[in-house]
């Protein structure tokens, strides 16, 4: 099984992002898929969960402002970042998940300039 995430870069605030994380391995559609993020000296949290059936839960802090997708088709699980702001700079990583089998991909570096 393979994640491999990617989209990260250098953006100012009140800038946007669209991390995708492709997957390989795995019947993608029958797992959970999610996106973490782990910011220097902090604990990581949940970002964006997408189910199988596409229901969608967001952290408090990025409500409103990601977006999290999924394509089937494609085997990715994408997050929109829109306004952008420096305390969402972090290693975002993605992760899918089925009962008690989860799979990380390796992250990548989203960093928010002020």
């Known amino acids: 099984v393979q994640l491999q995430a990617s989209g990260g870069g250098l953006v100012q605030g009140g800038g946007s992002l669209r991390l995708s994380c492709a997957t390989s391995g795995l019947i993608f559609r029958d797992y959970t898929m999610n996106w973490y993020r782990q910011a220097p000296e902090k604990q990581r949290e949940l970002v964006a969960v997408?189910?199988?059936?596409?229901?969608?839960n967001y952290g408090d802090s990025v409500k409103g402002r990601f977006t999290i997708s999924r394509d089937n088709a494609k085997n990715t699980v994408y997050l929109q970042m829109n306004s952008l702001k420096p305390e969402d700079t972090a290693i975002y990583y993605c992760?899918?998940?089925?009962?008690?089998?989860?799979?990380w991909g390796q992250g990548t570096q989203v960093t928010v300039s002020s």
């Open positions: 997408i189910s199988r059936a596409g229901i969608t």
């Open positions: 992760k899918a998940s089925r009962g008690k089998n989860e799979y």
